[in-house]
């Protein structure tokens, strides 16, 4: 879609403005950490704008869209800068439903051409390497990439625009949707799920509406996820698992997250969206985390434990809410003398 299709979309449902190159090709949308070309780059309020300079684009062809309050908000010396960035602009009186409109267009955009009623095999539209163990009833959408030496059990889906690197063994029933990226000597086991959308609305008129999300799942090398884990898809970037992570059964990966690398998850952990959780990092059993926190490298979360803000490197925590290891259990002892 052209910019001045994506305006004739939005105004039906939004008061915007639109300034610029109504001719630009637009592609998708990402955030303003993940910068691409040909992308809608959004400022929802003034923190999206302080963070924005931080990450300021090194090229004019994408279309910056921003929210009316932010607009009247701005110093005239920051909008002039702002309009100056891309090729061209919008600004909506409404992000909520501005968003949800655009991530089902360029959703229903991308997904529209493909046919996953009917196997790839069949059609010749993915890359399967001659050494790839695949058993019965296995279906393989459209473009997927599979490497060598990978074994696909019974029942495993893999969905359009995935790949499978090389040496990776996927167990029954395990569903890749589409836009995953595995590395190699990966082993995923029986009944998860990689890459189904996030938990991601907007609520508008009364209703929750969906967000449609863009951005995949991204996982390293050398991981294992146990049977029964989730591992929800960006908004628009990917979730990232690092290399050497190891999740245990029953794990849950929220929309936006990213894991370091040689992360050890034991079962029942649970993290919200866009956690960021640095390299050597332990959650025991039933660890829940709140979102948009940061864990530092090499922590270590005793189990049960509810994560509600973010820590540097080297903590030991426990307790609800979680704190210092050795805090928690001095409130313990004060609760028992008691």
């Not at 994408?62 to 090729?87: M, N, Q, R, T």
């Not at 229903?108 to 539209?125: H, P």
């Not at 509810?306 to 259990?329: E, I, N, Y």
Request: aromatic share 8%; proline share 2%; net charge negative.
């Amino acid at each position: 879609m052209n910019v001045g299709e994506i305006a004739s979309l939005l105004e039906a449902n939004v008061e915007i403005e639109v300034k610029g190159n109504t001719e630009l090709e637009i592609v998708g949308v990402k955030d303003i950490f993940n910068f691409a070309p040909k992308n809608v780059i959004f400022i929802r309020d003034i923190k999206f704008l302080i963070k924005f300079k931080e990450n300021t684009p090194i090229s004019k062809d994408f279309l910056l869209l921003i929210v009316k309050k932010v607009v009247d908000g701005c110093e005239k010396s920051d909008l002039d800068w702002l309009l100056s960035l891309s090729e061209a602009t919008i600004i909506t009186s409404d992000f909520s439903r501005t968003i949800c409109i655009l991530t089902k267009a360029f959703y229903d955009e991308r997904n529209a051409s493909l046919n996953e009623m009917v196997d790839s095999r069949q059609m010749g539209t993915s890359r399967i390497h001659p050494t790839a163990w695949i058993a019965q009833n296995v279906f393989i959408g459209q473009n997927v990439v599979i490497e060598e030496n990978v074994k696909l059990h019974t029942g495993v889906v893999v969905l359009s625009n995935s790949t499978i690197g090389k040496g990776c063994e996927i167990f029954p029933n395990v569903v890749i949707q589409r836009n995953v990226e595995i590395g190699e000597n990966c082993t995923i086991q029986s009944n998860s799920t990689i890459g189904s959308d996030g938990f991601g609305y907007e609520f508008i008129d009364g209703k929750h509406q969906r967000i449609y999300h863009l951005g995949g799942v991204k996982i390293g090398s050398n991981v294992d996820i146990g049977p029964n884990c989730t591992i929800d898809q960006g908004t628009y970037s990917p979730t990232t698992i690092g290399d050497g992570c190891k999740l245990d059964d029953h794990v849950h990966i929220a929309h936006n997250c990213s894991l370091g690398n040689h992360c050890l998850f034991c079962g029942h952990v649970a993290i919200a969206g866009s956690v960021k959780v640095g390299n050597y990092v332990v959650l025991g059993g039933k660890v829940g985390v709140s979102d948009n926190v940061y864990i530092g490298d090499a922590s270590q979360i005793a189990a049960g434990a509810l994560v509600t803000k973010s820590f540097p490197a080297q903590s030991l925590l426990g307790g609800f809410p979680a704190r210092k290891h050795r805090d928690w259990l001095k409130s313990l002892a004060k609760i028992n003398r008691l």
